[in-house]
């Protein structure tokens, strides 16, 4: 309010007056998050071959400009994104809320005409008018009608023939509940206090993941020697079979980066994508420079378990842009097989066949130190030039969180890796691996399991069973564990934690920074084995 007064008015006996008010508003403009593509018209064939054309002329126009000498990596980026983005635009279109998947284009080129119908009604002035649109109106609407249960049976039909696909039937489920998504839960300030203005929810967000996705440093950082000898990965250019292979291995569906492409618009023609990334790809290669756009990624807040209005119970996803994600494949297809014979056998997460599904870290995959992460990746023997070129994607990451469909504003991610992108687990597994390695490389701490071998540990990603014979054994392992996590950002979830005793009358604690560890006498352990068979044991003690 800037000045405020009141005047007389008419003489009616009242003793009300005129408010007069000068106000100075601000309005803040809020981001909001694109719309998404509608992908659903590349399964018509003739949508398809438009789309195709529409892309490759674009892409055609400024492929003597892509190959150019004086031509920036950014702009080359940049070309890319807008003509696909162009093309999508003009093809596809954007999704409607309204516009159920199933029904096909030739049935929605039907509405469109059933439309016009109705509105040459709507203009007719006179019965005699208005009889014959009418009469077209109702053998054009007979035909719409008959279209819509058409295609909703070869829909059913299509869907039942694919019964395997888990995604089909995610979102099978979804549409026949008709569960929408539900409005943003008010959430908690840090003293507990509900938070219900949408203004102050976004910076609490903000807030939140900005203390989370930053971490102090490690006071006593390791110090890690590179390998002696580095792997055999390929370190030349990437080729256009390997990026036709990783489109291929792209899975579709999958929600759009912040540059909206989605991977459908990439495989909709292969031929011509994979040379034009492969024009990309390679300029990323000679510079060990990724564009700036890779460096900045969407969250997404999934929900975990527990009182959902505080933010800890949320997990925070990143939305990756897909092309990042195309050549972050062709850079793990080359090292995954090489590393992980590197691994310990002890180690099943995020391994083939193999599955993770508990932690036991806090706030593991935001937690790691990259510094550290960077020795680490050396040590393996992962070539110089690949270690470059992922660490200059996290140089300068910045964030956004999407909530009730606006993004908040920028801030600066300066630990851990990021949640969606297809290097983190492989990334989070080589620490993880470090760490055991190291606590347990002095010493027989374990039990003996062969007459050569002992048995220290058994892990799925971070979720660690320790053994040992005597109760003394188990605290120094249990030290040593603590302490090397400490060195790379890790701290132990002391609250998951659990000592399980078997034959012993020890009853002495263990204890992780003074802490004493509770006993369980029983817990439940899901372990997946190969052909993807789940067993779960109950083990009682």
Request: glycine letters at 6%; one cysteine or more.
């Amino acid at each position: 309010m800037a000045d405020v007064r009141t005047k007389s008015g008419a003489d009616t006996a009242s003793n009300h007056h005129l408010l007069v008010a000068k106000m100075k508003l601000k309005l803040k403009k809020h981001q909001t998050t694109a719309q998404k593509y509608n992908t659903a018209f590349l399964r018509d064939t003739d949508k398809l071959n438009k789309f195709k054309i529409t892309l490759s002329n674009k892409f055609q126009a400024f492929h003597d400009l892509l190959n150019g000498e004086g031509t920036t990596m950014e702009s080359k980026w940049k070309g890319i994104k807008g003509a696909t983005n162009s093309t999508c635009h003009e093809v596809l279109g954007h999704k409607k809320h309204y516009h159920k998947e199933w029904i096909t284009v030739d049935t929605l080129d039907k509405i469109q005409k059933r439309r016009s119908k109705n509105a040459g009604i709507n203009i007719s002035r006179t019965r005699a008018e208005k009889a014959k649109p009418q009469a077209e109106y109702t053998e054009v609407d007979k035909q719409v009608e008959k279209d819509i249960r058409t295609d909703k049976r070869k829909c059913v039909e299509e869907k039942a023939a694919r019964e395997g696909n888990m995604r089909q039937l995610y979102d099978t489920t979804k549409k026949l509940s008709g569960n929408h998504r539900k409005p943003e839960r008010p959430v908690k300030s840090k003293d507990g206090k509900i938070i219900t203005n949408n203004e102050k929810q976004r910076n609490r967000w903000v807030g939140h993941f900005k203390e989370l996705l930053n971490r102090p440093a490690p006071l006593n950082p390791p110090n890690i020697e590179e390998a002696p000898t580095g792997l055999p990965i390929d370190v030349d250019p990437q080729t256009i079979e390997e990026i036709s292979m990783a489109i291929r291995e792209i899975k579709s569906g999958r929600a759009a980066g912040p540059d909206s492409i989605p991977a459908e618009a990439l495989k909709a023609d292969a031929a011509v994508t994979e040379r034009i990334l492969h024009i990309l790809f390679n300029k990323i290669w000679d510079e060990e420079q990724v564009p700036t756009d890779r460096k900045e990624g969407h969250i997404i807040k999934i929900p975990k378990i527990g009182n959902l209005s505080k933010c800890d119970n949320y997990t925070g996803i990143t939305l990756p842009p897909i092309p990042g994600k195309v050549f972050n494949k062709v850079l793990l297809n080359r090292m995954k097989d090489f590393v992980d014979a590197q691994l310990r056998d002890q180690q099943a997460g995020f391994r083939k066949d193999r599955s993770c599904t508990d932690q036991i870290a806090k706030k593991a995959f935001n937690s790691v130190d990259r510094t550290t992460l960077w020795k680490i990746l050396r040590h393996y023997g992962v070539p110089e030039k690949i270690v470059n070129i992922i660490r200059n994607s996290y140089d300068g990451l910045h964030c956004k969180i999407v909530h009730g469909g606006q993004l908040t504003d920028s801030f600066e991610v300066k630990t851990g890796v990021r949640q969606g992108c297809l290097l983190s687990p492989f990334l989070f597994l080589l620490v993880i691996d470090w760490i055991i390695k190291t606590s347990t490389s002095e010493g027989k701490h374990g039990i003996q399991w062969t007459a050569r071998i002992q048995l220290d540990d058994l892990c799925i990603a971070d979720d660690l069973a320790l053994l040992s014979h005597t109760q003394q054994q188990m605290q120094e392992k249990t030290t040593s564990v603590a302490a090397a996590s400490a060195a790379v950002g890790f701290n132990i979830h002391k609250e998951k934690s659990k000592i399980l005793r078997y034959k012993t009358t020890c009853t002495n604690p263990v204890t992780i920074d003074g802490e004493d560890l509770e006993d369980e006498k029983a817990f439940t352990l899901s372990i997946i084995l190969r052909n993807n068979r789940l067993l779960k044991l109950y083990l009682s003690i």
